[in-house]
Nanobody, 119 residues
């Protein structure tokens, strides 16, 4: 099992930046990919992007491509979501999640962190 703890959310003006962190503990060697999701009030959870732990390939939704960057530390225990040029429509609770090797879905989730972007 993998446990995830997020931090880094907050309030920022449009055009600003934030970096979210997602610290993993437990069986981190079993991580295949880390994904980032967000959920705005009254909306369904939305995929933001993901990064494969081995290999490092990254994927982004169209709405954040060119503005958000996913990275990880060398130890493979922390993932990051760098968010630049933030827009009010980026306001949401952001979650990190991991997909373990051999699993077909994300099965460990962080607690979520609020990101609010003011006009």
């Amino acid at each position: 099992q993998v446990q995830l703890v997020e931090c880094g959310g907050g309030l920022v003006q449009a055009g600003g930046s934030l970096r979210l962190s997602c610290a993993a503990s437990g069986r981190t060697v079993s991580i295949y990919a880390m994904g980032w999701f967000r959920q705005a009030p009254g909306k369904e959870r939305e995929f933001v992007g993901s990064k494969r732990w081995p290999g490092g390939s990254t994927y982004y939704s169209d709405s954040v491509t060119g503005r958000f960057t996913i990275s990880r530390d060398k130890a493979g225990k922390t993932g990051y979501l760098q968010m630049n040029d933030l827009k009010p429509e980026d306001t949401a609770v952001y979650y990190c999640a991991v997909q373990r090797i051999g699993a077909d879905t994300y099965d460990s989730w962080g607690q979520g962190t609020q990101v609010t972007v003011s006009p």
